[in-house]
């Protein structure tokens, strides 16, 4: 092999080593960032601020993206309150805030001055009931939420200072912030074990629900 051709072929290998290493680093950068997103979108549905009906250790976790002024969020809690009375002692709910309705924000403002004052379900749930009469799309009656808010127990007065902590500024920066992270458009938005509900209904997400509590109590 005369030295031209030495030097011709010793080139070539420089090239593919190089090529290869760049690959190697490239793929590497790419399955990084494929989990820092997967990282970021499970931290997305989970944190330490939201509230959860149901053992804080149950082994098997329901997401909700939920907005007080939606309709089937509304028509869902029934459902999701059912299912965690059929599995107790397996299944927690956490509650995360999409206020995508006008108004809404004002809303979970009220909600988290409940939870203040041990009274984030019997507000919660009176709102619920009451729905209709304040959650007008376009023109919310935000007067009458607090009015049902005060008939549950609530110290509106000391709610009202309460909305503008700075703690509860940050639970609405952050649940708007994680909502688009995990990339939901509407409410409610189901997520089970991390596991989003991909076919919407009622029997869909019990179905979800069984087999996650299925598989967990399989593993024990």
């Known amino acids: 092999m005369t030295r031209r051709h030495q030097i011709v072929l010793l080139t070539a ?71 965690l009375g059929m599995f107790p002692n397996d299944v927690r709910l956490v509650i995360r805030y999409a206020p995508l309705h006008e108004g809404s924000d004002e809303v979970v403002r009220m909600l988290e001055a409940a939870r203040l004052q041990n009274l984030f379900v019997p507000v919660l749930e009176g709102l619920l009931q009451t729905q209709p009469s304040w959650a007008v799309h376009g023109a919310p009656r935000l007067d009458i939420a607090w009015a049902v808010a ?23 920066r952050q649940d708007v912030a994680d909502l688009r992270t995990a990339n939901v458009r509407g409410t409610p938005t189901f997520f089970v074990n991390e596991k989003p509900l991909l076919s919407f209904g009622a029997q869909q997400l019990y179905d979800l629900v069984r087999s996650e509590v299925e598989r967990v109590r399989s593993t024990r």
């Not at 820092?36 to 499970?42: E, G, L, P, V």
């Not at 005060?150 to 509860?168: H, K, S």
Request: hydrophobic share 50%; net charge negative.
């Open 150 to 172: 005060a008939d549950q127990g609530l110290d509106v007065e000391r709610a009202r200072r309460d909305i503008a902590r700075p703690e509860i500024d940050a639970v609405l």
């Open 13 to 83: 290998v420089i090239a593919i080593a190089a090529f290869a290493a760049g690959w190697f680093l490239y793929d590497r950068q790419v399955r990084e960032n494929q989990l820092n997103a997967a990282a970021a979108a499970s931290a997305a549905l989970v944190r330490a601020h939201a509230p959860i009906m149901g053992p804080s250790n149950a082994p098997v976790t329901i997401v909700e993206f939920f907005d007080p002024s939606c309709e089937t969020c509304r028509a869902f809690y029934p459902v999701v309150k059912q299912i």
